[in-house]
């Protein structure tokens, strides 16, 4: 079995920051990419960041220059650090990982989703 398991929600002022983390645990042969989704009340999940390995990134416009996402490979945890916050930025945030598991192959895997929100 894999779990991901985000913390870090919370609520914050606007112009405030936090940090969302996200653990995978179980059996993992490798992590192919790791990321953040996040869903607003009536609206779809969207992507926010991933991290494909290394330097390799991917923002949605709404969070280029804010949001920050890095990833411990020896801990398969991924981190999302959000600053300037806004109330648009409220939602359910959900870590997501891309894995490849001994005898199961290659998978994508959510956590139970982190809530955020932004007060005005």
């Known amino acids: 079995q894999v779990q991901l398991v985000e913390s870090g929600g919370g609520l914050v002022q606007a112009g405030g920051s936090l940090r969302l983390s996200c653990v995978a645990s179980?059996?993992?042969?490798?992590?192919?990419?790791m990321g953040w989704y996040r869903q607003a009340p009536g609206n779809q999940r969207e992507l926010v960041a991933s991290n494909t390995g290394g330097d390799s990134t991917t923002y949605a416009n709404s969070v280029k220059g804010r949001f920050t996402i890095s990833r411990d490979n020896a801990k398969n945890t991924v981190y999302l650090q959000m600053n300037s916050l806004k109330p648009e930025d409220t939602a359910v945030y959900y870590c997501?990982?891309?894995?490849?598991?001994?005898?199961?192959?290659?998978?994508?895997?959510w956590g139970q989703g982190t809530q955020v929100t932004v007060s005005s």
């Open positions: 997501n990982a891309d894995l490849t598991r001994p005898y199961s192959g290659r998978a994508v895997y």
């Open positions: 179980g059996t993992i042969f490798s992590v192919n990419a």
